[in-house]
């Protein structure tokens, strides 16, 4: 599964209104009440962001197991959605493999929770 089509171009003062953080699973969940199989995940972000909740999508390419203690980036000032019982605080970022299922963004090095994508 690609997107074969990019998004129309935007300024680099668009891209800063998008504010991208990483930060250290902490906890991970199953979540059977979802529609699609989700984790129920609580993200640190550091002293500035805190711990927020998140649910994600990637219960086929990644086990509990070996999520907490993982780096992920996520979009942080986007408004809390409601995914049936969970308040979904901020969006994990993946990408779809040849499937379309999703696999979590990584870095190739660890980093300062909270840090910012620039």
Excluded at 35 to 44: G, H, N, T
Excluded at 47 to 54: A, H, L, P
């Amino acid at each position: 599964m690609s997107d074969e089509t990019s998004a129309p171009q935007i300024s680099y003062e668009d891209f800063l209104k998008v504010d991208i953080r990483v930060g250290t699973i902490v906890s991970a969940d199953p979540f059977p009440e979802a529609r699609k199989p989700a984790f129920k995940l609580a993200i640190d972000f550091g002293e500035g962001i805190g711990v927020k909740k998140s649910s994600a999508q990637i219960t086929v390419r990644h086990s509990l197991e070996e999520l907490v203690g993982r780096q992920v980036m996520a979009v942080v000032n986007f408004p809390p959605r409601q995914i049936g019982p969970v308040r979904s605080e901020v969006l994990t970022l993946g990408f779809p493999d040849e499937e379309g299922n999703v696999v979590l963004a990584a870095l190739s090095h660890p980093v300062p929770n909270g840090g910012r994508l620039f």
